[in-house]
């Protein structure tokens, strides 16, 4: 349907010029006579737009760049959103040549992606998928061996792998040496870790001195040093206690004790206090121990009454003692039967026991017992009687805590 207004008919003269309207209004000019008319008239300069429109149009302008900016921006943001939740700005491989030397070590039965993921975790390599593939390219049905190795902090991934399946998978032998471990006890490990039998270690042990320990020495005990080693995989039993027993004299030439026999006394004090206190406590144990060294002292007549030196001659760890066992003036290391010092040290001190020995806290205390042996709460006492009070907590919490003080 048309629904357009017709428009009235136009009146026609008999000369064929359009007549005038109705309402007595001239009708314009004829469309062929107003474009000739526009062809001839003479051409004037364009009219400038108005400063307003021109404002006008500024603003729109600034608006537009100001939106498409923002809408850039969102989109640019939005973009690194995305990398980040997809991992794509990640690491994944270290472009090399790699920094620190570091050792890191391949235990028994350990398969490429365990490697990755321990050599990741120490920021060897970058990813662990990453090394994993640069493992598959090369090997060729080769496995990483179990060993110790060689190797820089933050490598190239291939540089990883290629280092090892190297030819030598063993450059070192690794050993952790806890603290307050006995001699048996670390030669288990350095013949586990070297494989060194351990029957030459306690031949070495059966002669001290040529390790520069003094002539009352009965053993190593106390100079087998704590600590992590890396021994050459060429190490005789002789190079791995020379070096361990260098660790213990340098630690206390450090702190001036230099004459053999005090390094020795001074390590069979430490061992004590490795062996009763917490780290926190070490230097009032210490100090507590030298009162009851000091002559004329009426507290404890001169025993240092130790539970960890008596049971170390009964060649046992435990906690509890029996009578029988504290009277027995034939053991050498009995404190309670035997007045002063033990025979020697009862055990493998640290570092900071070492310095809490030679640098005891100057303290009135004879007596200490722990009576939380979780949290290693430790009470002080000058008194007998008042220790007895702490000894009744400590038996109130073995009470609450079966089997725990064996």
Not at 6 to 33: C, N, R, T
Request: glycine share 8%; with cysteine.
């Amino acid at each position: 349907m048309n629904n357009r207004t017709p428009h009235p008919p136009a009146a026609h003269g008999s000369d064929g010029q359009q007549a005038a309207y109705d309402d007595g209004h001239a009708h314009p000019e004829p469309v062929e006579q107003f474009f000739a008319d526009q062809d001839t008239a003479p051409r004037g300069r364009r009219r400038q737009p108005s400063k307003a429109k021109r404002r006008r149009r500024l603003r729109r302008t600034v608006v537009m760049l100001v939106v498409l900016m923002l809408f850039a921006g969102t989109v640019y943001g939005v973009a690194l959103m995305l990398r980040d939740m997809l991992g794509l700005n990640d690491v994944t491989d270290y472009a090399g040549p790699g920094g620190e030397e570091t050792v890191f070590s391949v235990t028994e039965g350990a398969g490429a992606l365990a490697i990755g993921n321990g050599l990741e975790s120490a920021d060897i390599v970058a990813d662990s998928a990453t090394f994993v593939e640069a493992l598959a390219a090369i090997a060729e049905g080769r496995e990483v061996q179990p060993g110790e190795y060689e190797m820089r902090l933050q490598m190239p991934a291939a540089d990883a792998a290629e280092a090892l399946l190297g030819e030598d998978p063993s450059i070192v032998s690794y050993a952790a040496v806890a603290r307050d471990l006995r001699q048996g006890e670390v030669f288990d490990i350095l013949s586990t870790s070297t494989g060194i039998p351990r029957t030459e270690f306690e031949a070495l042990a059966a002669d001290p001195t040529q390790f520069g320990l003094p002539p009352q020495a009965l053993s190593l005990e106390g100079y087998l040093h704590p600590g992590e080693y890396r021994f050459d995989v060429e190490a005789t039993a002789t190079d791995i206690i020379t070096e361990m027993v260098k660790a213990t004299t340098d630690r206390l030439a450090e702190d001036g004790v230099t004459d053999p026999s005090e390094q020795y006394r001074i390590l069979t004090i430490a061992s004590i206090v490795q062996a009763e206190a917490q780290q926190g406590d070490y230097a009032t144990v210490a100090g507590a121990i030298n009162n009851r060294l000091t002559p004329g002292n009426t507290e404890t007549s001169g025993f240092i009454q130790s539970d960890a030196s008596v049971t170390y001659g009964l060649g046992k760890r435990s906690y509890q003692l029996t009578d029988e066992e504290k009277q027995d003036t034939s053991n050498p290391y009995n404190t309670y039967a035997n007045p002063g010092l033990p025979k020697g040290p009862i055990g493998s001190p640290g570092d900071e026991a070492i310095d809490a020995t030679v640098n005891p806290a100057d303290v009135p205390f004879y007596f200490w017992v722990t009576v939380d042996l979780d949290t290693g709460e430790t009470k002080f006492s000058e008194t007998y009687a008042e220790h007895l009070q702490y000894v009744d907590e400590y038996l109130a919490w073995c009470t609450d805590n079966p089997g725990r003080c064996e």
